[in-house]
């Protein structure tokens, strides 16, 4: 992972909210000092003046999964630059926005380079994490 700044929240997603059986994700969210929605496209200026305003900032969101004896099997975590985090002029983006976006594709990230090192991830059968839903079509 990157250096980051400080560590802003953190939590764990029980495998279960996504059909895995065998194991959990922690999620870590850090300051991203180095995004601005300046240069971006996309922003109103009431975003801007709420960015300048320490209302909303860029953070870091690292996915770890963790296994049943609580080793987070770091060889494993993904991570993303460049999420918004606050309370923006449209509305408050929170750990269920990140948690049901950002993080989940992490964790599905995740999930795949674990089962490429060989390690047994388990899941229910309708899981976006089975086998046949995150294996690539080719």
Do not use: H, L, T
């Given at each position: 992972m990157p250096v980051a700044g400080d560590m802003l929240d953190w939590w764990t997603v029980p495998g279960?909210?996504?059909?895995?059986?065998?194991?959990?994700?922690?999620?870590e969210l850090r300051r991203?000092?180095?995004a601005s929605p300046v240069l971006l496209e996309g922003y109103s200026e009431e975003d801007l003046a709420a960015f300048d305003?320490?209302?909303?900032?860029f953070v870091i969101v690292r996915v770890v999964?963790?296994?049943r004896d609580l080793t987070d099997l770091v060889s494993a975590e993904r991570f993303i630059r460049g999420v918004d985090w606050g309370e923006l002029p449209q509305g408050r983006i929170d750990r269920d926005d990140v948690t049901d976006a950002?993080?989940?594709d992490l964790a599905i990230?995740?999930?795949?380079a674990l089962r490429s090192f060989g390690v047994t991830v388990e899941t229910?059968?309708?899981?976006?994490?089975?086998?046949?839903r995150i294996t690539a079509p080719f």
């Open positions: 279960a909210r996504w059909g895995v059986r065998n194991m959990d994700f922690k999620v991203d000092g180095v305003g320490g209302d909303w900032q999964p963790v296994d950002q993080a989940k990230e995740s999930v795949r229910e059968r309708d899981s976006e994490f089975a086998i046949p």
